[in-house]
């Protein structure tokens, strides 16, 4: 007996296969269902992965879909890998830029260096070769906002959920 119907199988085949996050417009397509079917079959699909005890779970980065390792794993998976290859930890400097561009993208460089009151070169430049924010250009100014990348190391859906997260924040 198949634990999952035809299309929760191509669901879950479209995303292992995919090496980004897939937009629910090309889900939708492929398997020929509406966005509110889109949606009940990916919640149903969490809870028959959960109640199988499989260590991973789908989720929803601004309308796109990826395959994760759920959190109960995640960590001791994180804690085997950094034993052999630990990845570099971001300086004061690059958490305090990527905050700014947090709370203000989009943000130019020059506006980066007015809140903190140095040159935010180097941490751009980390956090650009991380993924974690990206350039825009527009009339000629460059701006630098957040990726999905950040969105998704935070485990957050979407910017506007992050917006919510920091005014919250800023009230308390």
């Known amino acids: 007996m198949n634990a999952f119907s035809e299309i929760e199988s191509k669901i879950i085949a479209i995303l292992i296969s995919s090496n980004q996050p897939v937009s629910s417009s090309t889900v939708r397509k492929i398997v020929e269902i509406s966005n509110h ?60 830029t990527l905050a700014v561009i947090c ?30 924010i990206d350039r825009i250009s527009e009339e000629g100014k460059i701006f630098y906002v ?6 998704r190391a935070l485990g957050i859906k979407s910017k506007k959920e992050l917006q919510k997260i920091l005014s919250e924040c800023q009230t308390d």
Request: proline share 5%.
């Open 37 to 96: 079917e889109l949606k009940a079959i990916i919640e149903n699909l969490n809870k028959k992965l959960n109640e199988l005890n499989l260590p991973f779970q789908i989720r929803e980065i601004e309308n796109k879909y990826e395959v994760f390792l759920s959190t109960s794993i995640s960590g001791e998976i994180s804690e085997i890998l950094n034993r052999y290859n630990a990845p570099p930890r971001m300086s004061r400097a690059a958490l305090e």
């Open 103 to 132: 709370m203000k993208e989009p943000v130019t460089r020059a506006e980066i260096a007015k809140v903190r009151g140095v040159a935010p070169d180097s941490s751009l430049n980390t956090l650009l070769e991380y993924g974690l």
């Open 146 to 151: 957040i990726t999905d990348n950040l969105l």
